[in-house]
């Protein structure tokens, strides 16, 4: 290797005055590594440090587990109701808090069914066997388990270069240079990255990349978690796998980036406890960031920003975006023009914008500035206090962590670099390759870096990380922060050899005086689209937040076609007493989520567009229907919603042409014979404002008491005024009818509006009373139509259908027949229908040689077939003339029976004769023509079917000899 200078030398006095550089011929390598947080007898020697004080798993009787069971835990995926019972105690132990036991594997086996275990003992061999096969030598390429001439000298140049570093720095970790794979070949760690771009949209941007890696493998933590990996198997083993440390899945992640255009690193360095072990139970993740995560788990469904919502903030989300919809659409109802008015209308209009604008103004409130004031800053006062609080709080948490954490600073963790200049990267960005979060580069998780690499170059960190990642330059090009291991590849973002374009095949020069990188031994990345859809390993995964459980599963996995499930946890200090979320894709009846709130009782159903009934919200509490909102839109009605009281039944309305909004209907329960009876005693129904008529004359609110036989109908209030008109009538009996103005009572606001007439009076308590039969008849049929929803769903829970794609390869299984089956298959269904169309196949019935007939079956089957279908054409001509006899029959008969009742028949009468005439004669034209062109072509049917049993080959004996 070349000499360094005596420049280069003096810096790396100046950083090390514990460890001078001795050999003048070294290279320049980094300064050892020291952190705030490490103290000197941990630096000088860790191990000790770490075997002592390695954090182990104990049961509740204060038994310690080992190593082994621990990793039995960490392998075993355990049911929800196990992990519930581990706790963490004051000494940062899991503990098992239900009952004592006194091994873990005793207690493994009492909280898990035979089923369980049966089916874990399966996933086990089935994952031994995966393992057998992916390390067997006939399955795979010979780059693999051989080393290549050039790899091999870049192998030794790396060890000359490694035992260099150890030699100046013998107290800093070892470089991760060589590991052996999966076959125990050592090869350098970058020709393990593969760049490869997959097949799939969703994997195009860092984003896809990070939460398919995170979502589609198991995370398995180092052990011990102060050493590096023994072995860095391929990518391909990893992605084949399912499963790998902090490395494996680091180096899955930067060969996707780099394969669509990143420029990604993998970093060795130092982590907290919280990030290597993957706890996300500390952490209290925003609604958003979780949906986002199962949003981001299954990309191709729709965004929905209100899915992480607690359940009351949703309804005051919808309902607020209900009301201003109903603002808007009153909005364009009152700004339409319309049509025909005349010069009157007009002028009234003016005066009516001259009143409001002289209007009086309304009396101002008065109130004090310096109360205000004073309780603005009480608030503010108090706001900053309870942030002062929960920030204490948060610190001396974070210390107390960080205090129990004995391994603090020496817990090795590999994640991911991206860097600017590529993909329109603005600054550099940390990517947690687990749970495929993305951190700033300063974060306090990550506490140093030893190295950065790539497939074109290995860097180590010559930088003193004295708090962590703060003031750590990452420009790679900066010779006197970060030291190069090779020197073909020298500056970060150089594509290094040909193998990052996928170019399969590269002459290798070896003559060349810069040792250059060879290409990676690793083969193509592949991943079937069933396996990519899967997303996670075994179809499910679940995040433990310190709010709340995030379940996801991949598509089709579960029956019911649950995604994504959301556990938030109770909360005492904010009153919320928990509740469960749950996301469902390709139900094919239309549910996308259900909210349940365990608590209330209360399970709240949201559905797609398409339902029959256009049904969109149902909500149940304590097993009854309570509320059910619809598409209005996707009704004729527009009903809005249906609220089910105790007594009481409300539906809202949009968007009608007769301006209804609301109707309810109010029951009186009475106990039958056959139960619990609900009868209608009370009917209301509202209606909106049409400015095309006075308000005067605009009914705002109709109620029918149907007990008292009374209808009340209410206007709307008139400008400049503060009471509305009403009118009140009695249901008049029958003697009743002809003086029924003394059942009427009404208020009249103007004094001046004369009284209405008898008349008048009279057409409206009609048009009340129609009104209320069709209110009835609406109430009813609404019921049934709830009956109907409910009796569906059930149905629909009973037997629940996932809808399947027609685009969907995968599990679909229509195929398509090829041209030589379609011709065939077309062949075979000319011959069916052939043979279906046999028109003398009922005349061969009891012929026992249909295809050699003699002279006399010949002849019989001839006659027979002529023979019928001479009844047939007779039969249809009579069954013609049989209708146009009643048809004149009847048309004469009520034709001399208003002849001669012509002179005492009403208006209706008439106009229904006319009608009738008007039928009558065309039916009879029509018949006339039937019958006609059924005698002008019953000859020509006839004779066609004399030549086609002559042409018959069938009958084709009894014609000859009746030639002969």
Not at 598 to 614: L, M
Request: charged share 30%.
């Amino acid at each position: 290797m070349e000499e360094v200078n005596a420049d280069q030398q003096q810096k790396e006095e100046n950083l090390n005055d514990a460890k001078p550089v001795e050999d003048s011929t070294s290279i320049k390598l980094a300064q050892e590594m020291v952190t705030d947080v490490i103290t000197e007898e941990n630096t000088t020697n860790p191990l000790q440090t770490t075997v002592e004080n390695e954090p182990t798993i104990r049961s509740q009787d204060g038994e310690q587990i080992d190593q082994s069971e621990q990793i039995e835990l960490q392998n075993l995926n355990l049911e929800p109701s196990f992990v519930n019972n581990l706790e963490i105690t004051d000494d940062n132990h899991l503990t098992n808090s239900t009952r004592p036991a006194t091994s873990l594997n005793n207690s493994i086996v009492d909280s898990i069914d035979p089923h369980e275990m049966q089916y874990l003992e399966q996933k086990q061999k089935k994952k031994e066997s995966l393992k057998q096969s992916l390390t067997d030598v006939a399955n795979c390429s010979k780059s693999y388990y051989e080393i290549s001439e050039k790899e091999q000298i870049v192998l030794n140049y790396v060890d000359n270069f490694n035992r260099q570093y150890t030699h100046l720095f013998p107290g800093r970790k070892a470089l991760l240079l060589s590991p052996p794979n999966e076959f125990g070949v050592k090869k350098f760690i970058c020709t393990t990255i593969r760049p490869t771009q997959l097949p799939y949209k969703e994997l195009y941007d860092y984003n896809g990349c990070a939460r398919f890696v995170a979502d589609y493998l198991s995370y398995i933590p180092l052990d011990p978690p102060h050493e590096l990996p023994a072995t860095i198997p391929s990518p391909t083993y990893t992605l084949k796998i399912q499963e790998g440390n902090c490395f494996d899945l680091s180096v899955l992640l930067t060969s996707l980036l780099r394969g669509v255009g990143y420029d990604a690193y993998v970093v060795s360095g130092y982590a907290s406890q919280d990030i290597t072990l993957m706890d996300e139970t500390k952490t209290d993740v925003a609604a958003m960031e979780m949906m986002a995560a199962a949003l981001g788990f299954h990309s191709n469904y729709r965004e929905n920003e209100n899915f992480w919502m607690i359940g009351e903030e949703i309804e005051k989300v919808t309902n607020t975006d209900d009301k201003l919809k109903q603002q808007q659409q009153k909005k364009k109802s009152n700004s339409k023009p319309t049509s025909g008015k005349s010069l009157h209308e007009d002028h009234n209009s003016l005066l009516e914008k001259q009143r409001i604008k002289y209007k009086i103004k309304p009396q101002k409130k008065l109130t004090s500035q310096f109360l205000l004031k004073s309780e603005q800053k009480k608030q503010i006062l108090e706001k900053s206090v309870a942030e002062k609080k929960r920030i204490e709080v948060e610190i001396q948490n974070s210390n107390n962590d960080d205090d129990e954490d004995e391994l603090k600073g020496l817990r090795i963790h590999a994640w991911v670099l991206v860097l600017p200049g590529k993909r329109e990267v603005a600054e550099a960005f940390f990517i947690e390759s687990s749970t495929g979060k993305i951190y700033s580069t300063e974060n306090k998780n990550f506490l140093g870096v030893e190295s950065v690499f790539n497939s074109a170059n290995y860097w180590v960190n010559m930088q003193v990380c004295y708090d962590g990642m703060k003031g750590i330059s990452l420009d790679l090009g900066d010779n006197s922060k970060w030291e190069f291991v090779l020197l073909d590849n020298t500056q970060p973002g150089a594509t290094g050899n040909k193998n990052e374009q996928d170019e399969e095949e590269e002459e290798e020069d070896n003559n060349t005086e810069i040792l250059d990188l060879p290409k990676s031994w690793v083969d193509r990345l592949t991943i079937s689209k069933e396996d990519f859809q899967t997303r996670c390993p075994s179809g499910t995964k679940t995040i433990i937040f310190k709010s709340a459980r995030l379940e996801m599963f991949a598509e089709y996995h579960r029956d019911d076609g649950m995604v994504a499930r959301i556990s938030f946890f109770a909360n005492e200090e904010e009153k919320f007493n928990g509740e469960i979320k749950e996301l469902f894709k390709n139900r094919k009846d239309k549910l996308w989520q259900r909210i349940r709130t365990p608590h209330i009782d209360k399970i709240h159903e949201y559905f797609e567009p398409g339902r029959p009934h256009g049904l969109k919200n149902h909500i149940i509490i304590e097993g009854k229907t309570k509320e059910m909102h619809f598409y209005s839109s996707a009704r004729s009605d527009g009903l809005v919603k249906r609220v089910d009281e105790f007594n009481k039944v409300i539906e809202y309305f949009t968007s009608r042409d007769d301006r209804l909004i609301y109707r309810s209907v109010t029951f009186e329960t009475h106990m039958e014979a056959e139960g619990e009876q609900r009868l209608p005693h009370k009917l209301t129904e509202k209606f909106e404002r049409n400015p095309n008529i006075p308000a005067s004359e605009d009914p705002a609110k109709k109620t029918c008491f149907l007990k008292e036989e009374k209808i009340r109908i209410v206007y709307h209030l008139e400008d400049g005024r503060i009471i509305p008109s009403f009118k009140e009538f009695k249901k008049p009996t029958a003697e009743q009818k002809g003086n029924f103005m003394d059942l009427t009572n009404g208020f009249e606001v103007d004094p001046y509006v004369p009284l209405p007439k008898k008349q008048h009076l009279c057409a409206l308590l009609h048009q009340l009373v129609r009104g209320e039969q069709s209110c009835l008849q609406a109430i009813k049929g609404s019921d049934r139509e709830m009956k109907e929803i409910l009796i569906a769903r059930k149905a629909e829970e009973k037997e629940i259908t996932l809808a399947i794609s027609v685009y969907d390869t995968i599990r679909n299984n229509s195929k398509f027949p090829s041209e030589e089956e379609k011709e065939a298959h077309k062949g075979e269904q000319e011959e069916l229908k052939a043979a279906d169309l046999d028109y003398l196949s009922p005349f061969l019935v009891n012929k026992i040689h249909s295809e050699k007939l003699s002279k006399e079956d010949a002849m019989q089957v001839r006659d027979a077939c002529l023979k019928s279908m001479k009844e047939r054409l007779v039969e249809r001509a009579n069954i013609i003339q049989s209708r146009l006899d009643e048809v004149s029959a009847e048309y004469q008969r009520r034709q001399l029976a208003y002849s001669r009742n012509a002179d005492m028949m009403t208006v209706e009468e008439t106009e229904e004769y006319v009608k009738f005439c008007n039928n009558a004669l065309f039916k009879i034209h029509i018949l006339e023509k039937r019958l006609a062109k059924h005698k002008e072509a019953a000859p020509d049917r006839y004779e066609d079917l004399d030549n086609r049993l002559h042409a018959d080959r069938r009958l084709a004996a009894a014609y000859l000899q009746s030639t002969s």
